[in-house]
């Protein structure tokens, strides 16, 4: 069975960094190579929103909101996907979740939390 886990939240300063980590398990290896792989974050009482998106050939997508901010990479050896945050704001503070998308089947993750004080 796939399964996602993220790793790396935590409470930092305004203007800190964070790297998060998606490690896929329970797959073949070089899962990433077919599979799309995103980074939603939500705060409580509101939806889960898209913030970055790579796809199985390496296509980047990020939201408005964090361009120029937070860069999105993989390494398909190790079925890893990171989200390196820098500049961080309050309003990054959320739950970050990954998710895996192959053949129109969606896997999420269970979450880690990021919080940025002021």
């Known amino acids: 069975q796939v399964q996602l886990a993220e790793s790396g939240g935590g409470l930092v300063q305004v203007g800190g960094s964070l790297r998060l980590s998606c490690t896929v398990s329970g797959s073949p290896r070089s899962i990433l190579t077919i599979a799309n792989m995103h980074w939603y974050r939500q705060t409580p009482g509101t939806q889960r929103d898209l913030v970055a998106s790579i796809s199985r050939l390496g296509s980047k997508y990020y939201a408005d909101s964090v361009k120029g901010r937070f860069t999105i990479s993989k390494d398909n050896t190790r079925n890893t996907v990171y989200l390196q945050m820098t500049n961080l704001r309050p309003e990054d503070t959320a739950a970050y979740f990954c998710?895996?998308?192959?053949?129109?089947?969606?896997?999420w993750g269970q979450g880690t939390q990021v919080t940025v004080s002021a």
């Open positions: 998710k895996l998308e192959m053949q129109a089947n969606n896997i």
